[in-house]
Each structure stands twice: as C-alpha cells, then as structure tokens.
C-alpha cells in the first residue's frame, strides 16, 4: 500500500478483554515500530522488528502485551486482560533501514479505549 | 542506554517570532537524532533527521536544527513562525542503524496572532 495501515482505527473494550491491533506496514520495509502514545507522556516505545524477529522488546509493559511479525510484513499487537491504563493510542511505522534513511513512516494509529 | 529529554512541554509564541525547542540526549555511542511533527489530528512526520556530516541540518517549512555533540543537545530553530506551524514536535535518537529509536515527551507548540 501507500503508506503505513493501522486497523481497526478506533477500539472500544471493557475490562479484562483481550484486544488485537494490526499493522500493515509500507511494501518493502523490514523494520517496524510499535509505539503507544497516551495524553501529555510523549511516544513512549514498546518494542521493534528486524524482519520478522524482535531484537528489541524491552518496552513492551507487562506480560500481558505480545506483538508478532508474520512474512516480514504485517504484525500484530495483541493486549491480554485489559486495563483501564492501558487506553491510549498506539502507533505503528516501519522503515527501510537498509536504504540508510532511518525516516520512520507513522500510521493513523489505533486508538484503544478501556472501559 | 539512550533518552532524551525535551525541556519544554509546552512554548507559546507569537506570530512572525522566532523559536527554540529545546531537545538533550543521552547515549553511550553514536547517535542518529530526528525531529518529527504532528499536526493537529495529523500522524507524526518527519521534519528533519541528523544522520552524519554538516551539525546544521535544515528540514521542511523553514526549521533547522544543530547537532551539538558536547553539549549533547539537537534543538530546533524557526527564525518567524507562522499559525500553520502549530503542533507537537517530537524530538528522537537512534544508537545505530539498526536500534529502536527513542522519542522524548514532546513540546507542544502555541502560536499566537
């Protein structure tokens, strides 16, 4: 595609819930970037993709957030037994490392309400 | 590990003057340092990146920013703003070509007419 897919745009759970947010990157971009970005806290990194491996997971808050990436494409995000802080938006880029631009290309992002 | 630290949350200016954003790093090896914008209701965009040679880098819409690797420091610089330049900057560094890359808090940017 385009640019940068996120699905579904706008979620709204309850409690304890599980919940699957998609990202369907930019065609030819092996790195991707899960963010969550909540109300005056910034961007706040939760982990990243090389491929389909994730060097990097150290953001990821709880045993209770996964993501996978499948065929080095899209990936997923999943958020089990939902809390109440877990609500913000949560935002998908990928990039083309290789090229030597290290530009990040951001999606919409899903925004995740837990009531 | 890396971080950066964006002072101000918030810089309301008038139209027409000039502005500093302040950003700081920190990181224990080279850096890559960006600028990324959001518009209201907008996704984040690039405004302008850091990556080697010249510490003076200009991006779009007239913003510059210096890379000061003693003062471990990447603020952007707007010599006149315009009401369109109203958004939240977001300053980030990357530790190499293939780390995460970390974003600070944010500053929100007011104009006022």
């Known amino acids: 595609g385009a640019g940068v897919s996120q699905s579904p745009s706008n979620k709204v759970t309850e409690k304890g819930k599980d919940v699957e947010l998609r990202c369907d990157p930019i065609?030819?971009?092996?790195?991707l970037y899960w963010y969550r970005q909540s109300l005056g806290q910034g961007l706040e990194f939760l982990i990243y993709f090389q491929g389909n491996s994730a060097p990097d997971k150290s953001g990821l808050p709880s045993d209770r957030f996964s993501a996978e990436r499948t065929g080095g494409s899209v990936s997923t995000l999943t958020i089990q037994r939902t809390q109440q802080e877990d609500s913000a938006v949560y935002l998908c880029?990928?990039?083309?490392?290789?090229?030597?631009?290290?530009?990040?290309?951001f999606g919409e992002g899903s925004r995740l309400t837990v009531l | 590990a890396q971080s950066v630290t964006q002072l101000d949350s918030q810089v309301p200016v008038f139209e027409e003057a000039p502005v500093e954003l302040r950003c700081n790093y920190s990181s224990s090896v080279s850096v890559y340092l960006f600028w990324y914008v959001q518009y209201p209701n907008q996704g984040l965009q690039l405004l302008l990146k850091?990556?080697?040679?010249?510490?003076l880098v200009k991006g779009i819409n007239g913003f510059e920013a210096e890379f000061n690797k003693s003062q471990t420091s990447f603020h952007l610089r707007k010599p006149s703003v315009h009401i369109s330049d109203t958004a939240e900057y977001f300053c980030?560094?990357?530790?190499?070509?293939?780390?995460?890359?970390?974003f600070g808090s944010g500053t929100r940017l007011s104009i006022r007419p």
């Open positions: 880029a990928s990039s083309f490392p290789a090229s030597g631009d290290r530009e990040l290309f």
């Open positions: 980030a560094v990357s530790g190499s070509s293939a780390s995460k890359i970390i």
């Open positions: 850091y990556l080697s040679g010249s510490t």
């Open positions: 065609s030819g971009h092996t790195a």
